[in-house]
């Protein structure tokens, strides 16, 4: 790897990257020497390049922070440097305004992301994972669209304990979050073995190496040693400053898109031949999903197919398409940070033949492959090598025992202590019941129907997806896991009243518009506003291939069915056959197509109305 020279980007000649180098940028405010810093404040770099280069390789004030026992809380900066180690600080906003106003400090609590390439865990894994759910988180498993599990509440004098008790069964929740490639996706795949088996270990190559080298994890949540050197650690991938924002990584294998492909910074798209055997993999650059209402240079956009590589080339492509975007991204504005934002900046030429300089050989061209959806494919599906996988529907990825319906805690926990094979989690929040042999089949199903886990999922649900938000997600403008249930359920009533309960119609809420649910490439998308307000989102591919537009602004949540339901009696009427709900608005002219990014934002508000 490279020792952080400073790089040519295409806008000029070479500049240090701070923190990576020793550079003057300014006069010294006293005597002494400016430190890297300061040098980086100088700079006008954003202070979260200031704290990394200061934290000493991710460890700041974590572990002093940790013995103040008189508050809840850590400090803001270290709050931004816990992220790196897969945790957030929250609070519960439910109580936020009644502690305030009896002058409480704010019910501080942690959540906790796991690091699990592919969404793979072992029968015994599932056990440890669900106990520490019930003894320091809030008795709830989370599983999240990128395919792992998050705990919410856990307490600040839980976290070693919580943090011991993952690395127990050889997990952790290492770049889970921060600047960092973060939890690589894989496509689950039940029913092509040795395709998944080959995204897979794609997955956790690249996991294991873009993994952040510092020693802070263990050293902090498990009292590891010091490394010899400390300070002088090398991280020789990312250097003091790692990257100048998140960056995702997914893995498919066509025909199925479900782990969205296109909303990610980096992916490889299987090329298989007949025998399922994956030939080589197209990568795809620049997608994402976070924007801010009201400021049209930030917007979602869906990745760019940017060439083919080999088999044995694809982790130096991973390696290399991530160093570029270390070197070349904007670490002055985090909400320009994104590589979606440094492709529109230099254009996909440029940062491919960047990529093909560091690895030293052309991508070839991309090489044809087809989605059919973004979705799961629910229920018993029998594998190429004979294995059988049941795919169970999750509402929201919630994973907790609901009185007088789904028992998904208590039921895939009885699940895990009889079952060999082992779960998955999709990137759709669902959970798979992966290689259960034929003679365990009945077992597994009568679990699964005695805890009533498969009740309620009709072909909107099936195909719904909601982000956290409140009362956890500091981020959250209005309602969306907590909602959408009833919103569906509305729904369902209005598409049944037009013959249309067996469509297949991805809906996805999100509480704001960062897109962790990433409504934007779902047909029908609502995007929170403020308290029971959203943004209404039409016209994104099934396949999850095209963004959607801004169909209306503000609706209430009362008025939701009220818009939707013409549009569902017009699509009823006048669709012609086989055409998707997201195609129909646009051939119907509800709503114009977004062909890329930079035109999300184009021809916002209904062309014609229902
Ligand atoms: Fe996300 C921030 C939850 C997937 C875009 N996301 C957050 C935080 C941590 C809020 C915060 O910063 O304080 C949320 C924690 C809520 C909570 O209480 O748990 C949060 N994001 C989630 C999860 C749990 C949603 C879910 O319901 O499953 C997903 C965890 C994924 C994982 O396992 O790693 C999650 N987030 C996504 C996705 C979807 C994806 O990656 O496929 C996106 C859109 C794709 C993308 O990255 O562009 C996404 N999350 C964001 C953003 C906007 C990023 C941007 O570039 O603008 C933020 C805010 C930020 O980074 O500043 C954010
Ligand atoms: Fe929170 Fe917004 Fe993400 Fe929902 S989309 S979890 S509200 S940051």
């Known amino acids: 790897m490279d020792d952080h020279k400073p790089i040519d980007t295409p806008d000029g000649p070479a500049v240090e990257t701070p923190g990576t180098g020793a550079r003057r940028y300014d006069a010294p405010p006293t005597d002494r020497p400016i430190t890297e810093a300061e040098a980086a404040k100088a700079a006008g770099l954003a202070h979260n390049e200031h704290l990394k280069i200061a934290s000493g390789y991710l460890r700041g004030g974590l572990a002093d922070g940790l013995l103040k026992h008189a508050t809840g809380a850590i400090s803001e900066d270290d709050g931004q440097l816990v992220k790196f180690h897969g945790m957030y600080m929250q609070d519960d906003r439910d109580i ?91 496509a ?59 960056f995702k990584t ?26 399922n055997r994956v030939t080589g993999w197209n990568v795809t650059v620049g997608g994402g999903m976070g924007m801010t209402h009201g400021e049209p240079d930030t917007f979602p956009r869906t990745a760019d197919v ?121 990137g759709n929040q669902n959970v798979i019941i992966a290689n259960v042999p034929s003679e365990k089949r009945a077992a597994i199903e009568a679990l699964v129907d005695e805890h009533a886990m498969t009740k309620g999922a009709g072909a909107l649900r099936r195909n719904s997806m909601a982000c956290v938000a409140l009362p956890t997600c500091g981020l959250a403008l209005a309602e969306s896991e907590r909602y959408l249930p009833d919103l569906l359920s509305e729904l369902e009533e209005s598409l049944a009243s037009h013959g249309l309960q067996d469509d297949e119609i991805t809906i996805r809420s999100t509480g704001c518009p960062n897109g962790c649910a990433r409504p ?28 959607s537009k801004l169909y209306r602004e503000d609706v209430t949540a009362g008025e939701i069915r009220t818009v939707l339901d013409p549009l569902f009696a017009a699509y009823a009427r006048d669709r012609q056959a086989g055409e998707r709900f997201g195609d129909f608005v646009i051939r119907a002219g509800f709503v114009a197509k977004t062909t890329n990014g930079p035109d999300f934002h184009e021809r916002t508000g209904p062309l014609k109305s229902a």
């Open 96 to 186: 936020r305004a009644e502690r305030t106003k009896k002058k409480l400090e704010k019910a501080f609590s942690f959540m906790i992301r796991l690091r699990i390439a592919g969404g793979v865990v072992t029968p015994k894994q599932w056990l440890a994972l669900d106990e520490i759910a019930t003894t320091y988180a809030n008795g709830t498993l989370r599983a999240t669209t990128r395919q792992t599990f998050q705990y919410h509440g856990v307490i600040k004098s839980n976290l070693k304990r919580t943090m011991a008790a993952i690395d127990a069964v050889l997990l952790d929740t290492i770049a889970a979050c921060g600047d960092v490639n973060r939890n690589v996706m894989a």
């Open 188 to 246: 689950t795949n039940p029913a092509q073995a040795g395709a998944h088996k080959a995204a897979y270990q794609l997955a956790k190559d690249i996991s294991d190496s873009l993994l952040p080298k510092t020693n802070a994890w263990r050293e902090i949540w498990l009292d590891g040693e010091r490394v010899v050197g400390g300070e002088e650690e090398f991280e020789p991938v990312y250097g003091k400053t790692y990257l100048p924002r998140k």
């Open 306 to 426: 940017m060439g083919f590589c080999k088999p044995e080339d694809a982790l130096k492509v991973a390696e290399a398409v991530m160093t570029v975007q270390r070197d070349w991204g904007n670490r002055k504005n985090r909400k320009n940070a994104r590589l979606k934002y440094t492709i529109e900046r230099f254009g996909v030429d440029a940062f491919r033949t960047e990529v093909e300089t560091r690895i030293g050989k052309k991508l070839g061209e991309p090489k044809p492959y087809r989605f059919d959806g973004n979705g799961d494919r629910y229920g018993w599906v029998e594998g190429d090598d004979g294995r059988h996988h049941l795919t169970l529907y999750v509402p929201s990825g919630r994973i907790k025992d609901v009185e007088g319906g789904p028992q998904f805690l208590t039921g895939l926990r009885r699940i895990a202590q009889v079952h060999e094979g082992d779960f998955r989690l999709t």
């Open 250 to 275: 997914v893995v498919a294998v066509p025909p199925s898109n479900e782990v969205d492909i296109f909303a990610h910074d980096l992916g490889f798209i299987a090329i298989l031949d007949k025998k």
């Open 520 to 547: 934007f490439i779902s047909e029908i998308g609502l995007v929170g506003r403020g308290p029971e307000r959203y943004h209404l989102y039409l016209g994104a591919a099934f396949d999850g291939s095209r963004l």
